[in-house]
């Protein structure tokens, strides 16, 4: 079971980095734009955008977003990444760390703090294992292990079904993540894995204890895609490009649920593809802003390409940020110049 699942990590690597694991939903952020501020009045030197995360100063509201665990090639990219996210002030996600409760054979490519000792760490489980007899206590082990600030359960339902042997029984969840949430001590989170959380199911989270949630909404990786690029039953393979197209737009799951729930902790991920993405993003009402394939490629290469890749984007927000007048998050945030395309 343990090596399907090694088995399972490493070539979901190797398909999301292939452009066939792309969705063909759109993020919704081309809906968009920032009218320009041609007298800005800042100096662009200063502009600021450090920010917070579960209590922690980070020097930039991005995340580096779940990805892999558990595969002899997944400790090469999440070592790459945690070295660049501590070097740049990232945040960053781990890979689904179910595996470490079964086998420890790659514990090490979760365990990542000696690289990354200040920035906020997030340890990640599919919310689905809760009822596949995965314990509150097991979580526990799960997070001394990786010595993670927050935990993220994933929600991967379709996934899970064109998934060979998924896991798919859904059922009476919010009660176990209920239970879950006050049995931990740390912030505990949702996100999806690339369709999207709507302003609905993010109040039913919300009232069972979930402190943040990751919109995790289209336009980038597709999951069913990738179980189809995997799998070999022709009958899941052919009902899986149905959904290349299915998801909530990222734009969409933020607005929505910003609005219905003003105080809540929100991530934007799904399909972010830059730093102008990003800024659309904050200003439309994220808290933080999450990048997953766009860094692939470079986290199998080193640290120093990873490190190059973020600050490409930081300086994306930075430009969006004198070209729109807003010296630091604040004002990004409450910003009027974003309107509708």
Known sequence: MTDDIHKRKSEHIQYSLSEESLGHASNGFDAYRFRHNALPELD??????????????????????????????????????AIAAEERGWALGLGSTRVILEKKDFLSSFQLRSYAPTIPIIANLGAVQLN???????????IDLTE????????????EVIQSSGDTNFANLLEKIDLLTTALDIPVGAKEVGFGIDADNARRLRDVGIAFIDVAGSGGTSWSQVEKLRSQDPIKKQAAEAFAGWGNPTARCLTEIRNDLPNASLIASGGIRDGLDAAKALALGADHVGFARKVLTEAVESPEHVVEWMKVKELELQMVMFGIGAGDLSALKSTDRIEKA
């Open 148 to 159: 993670a600030d927050a935990l993220v359960l994933h929600l991967n339902s379709i996934q």
């Open 44 to 81: 662009f030197g200063k502009i600021n955008y450090q920010t917070f995360m579960f209590d922690k100063g980070v020097r930039t509201p991005f995340l580096i977003s779940s990805m892999t665990g558990g595969a002899e090639m997944a400790e090469t990219i999440n070592r790459n990444l």
């Open 132 to 142: 596949y007899g995965v314990t509150a206590d097991q979580v526990k082990r799960m």
